[in-house]
């Protein structure tokens, strides 16, 4: 995976990007890459849509792009090292890998990564991207799997954060609803649909967050041409699943966590199933102030 600069019918005019070697592609799993505002919940998205894939019987591998490296906390119980923390301890010598010094198997039988990320201020997130689908790809680990979740640092739509986009059939948006989460939204849909213009990504659909309605959701959906997935309420108890270390359905019973659950369940599904296709245009920053924001 090398830097490139692309001319100005492909990411844009001067665009600095992170070439996809086509040898990396992922075409044995649907693939998906969770995006959203940074803080918004993507990594108990990602964890509990992971877990909602395995109860269907898929097949999943949970890819955490973040150098905090708490995308699969849930999954596993514990921060497990990162893919950069393994390779510098063999000196970039990754054949010297073995599978269960950085894979490990989280809830249900999901298979969990985390890529990590370069020293702040230095390197490339989507060579670590890249390096983390070069070793599953050298040890076969992708040709048995069903489902591959890409959950992504914030709302970083640069080069480098953005290359998961180059691997995913289907990006999924992360937002609460409130006007900074579409703000955001609003800017990885742009995003979206520059990587669309040359990969197979398309526009999945806003999981709503953290949210009692959806209101504002609703109406920048209909005037953008977006769709909305699913809808999770802002409940106590999925925060207290971060602090045990578990997902949604480890957790103690109760009718309002069943409901949760079910719609966790319904999206998996859907998503399995195939969602349709939406082409959003993404609106000016005026426009959507006019539109969500203040007089």
């Known amino acids: 995976m090398t830097f490139v600069a692309r001319d100005r019918n492909q ?3 001067g665009s600095l990007q992170v070439h996809l070697d086509p040898t990396m592609e992922i075409d044995t799993a649907k693939v998906f890459a969770v995006y959203g505002k940074g803080g918004i919940g993507k990594s ?3 964890s509990n849509l992971s877990a909602a894939f395995s109860k269907l019987g898929k097949r999943v591998v949970q890819i955490g792009c973040d150098p905090k490296h708490d995308s699969t906390f849930t999954l596993t119980g514990s921060l497990v090292p990162t893919v950069i923390d393994v390779l510098e301890q063999v000196d970039f010598h990754s054949e010297e890998l073995r599978v269960d010094d950085f894979v490990y198997e989280g809830f249900n039988g999901v298979m969990c990564v985390e890529a990590g990320g370069p020293p702040a201020g230095t390197g490339c997130g989507g060579y670590v ?3 983390t689908v070069k070793l599953l790809k050298e040890h076969h680990l992708l040709e048995d799997t069903d489902v591959v979740i890409f ?3 914030g709302d970083v739509v640069c080069g ?4 998961p986009l ?4 289907r990006a999924l ?3 609460a609803n409130d006007f900074d989460s579409i703000f955001a939204m609003n800017r990885i849909i742009a995003a979206i649909g520059a990587k669309a213009k040359n990969y197979d990504v398309r526009v999945g ?5 953290r949210s009692a309605a959806t209101d504002e959701i609703d109406r920048f959906n209909g005037r953008v041409g977006m769709q909305k997935l699913a809808h999770f309420p802002d409940l106590d108890v999925i925060r207290r699943s971060r602090l045990k270390k578990k997902t949604l359905f480890e957790m103690e019973d109760s009718p309002e966590l069943e409901a949760v659950r079910q719609e966790y369940l319904r999206l998996a599904q859907s998503l399995w199933d195939g969602v349709p296709i939406v082409t959003p245009e993404p609106l000016k920053d005026r426009e959507i102030f006019d539109l969500l924001g203040f007089d």
Do not use: E, R
């Open 11 to 13: 990411d844009g005019p």
């Open 173 to 175: 948006i992360v937002a």
């Open 44 to 46: 108990t998205t990602s």
């Open 160 to 163: 480098g954060f953005a290359s």
């Open 166 to 169: 180059q691997h995913a059939d």
């Open 151 to 153: 959950d992504v640092l």
């Open 205 to 209: 659909g806003v999981i709503a967050n």
């Open 129 to 131: 991207v890249g390096q």
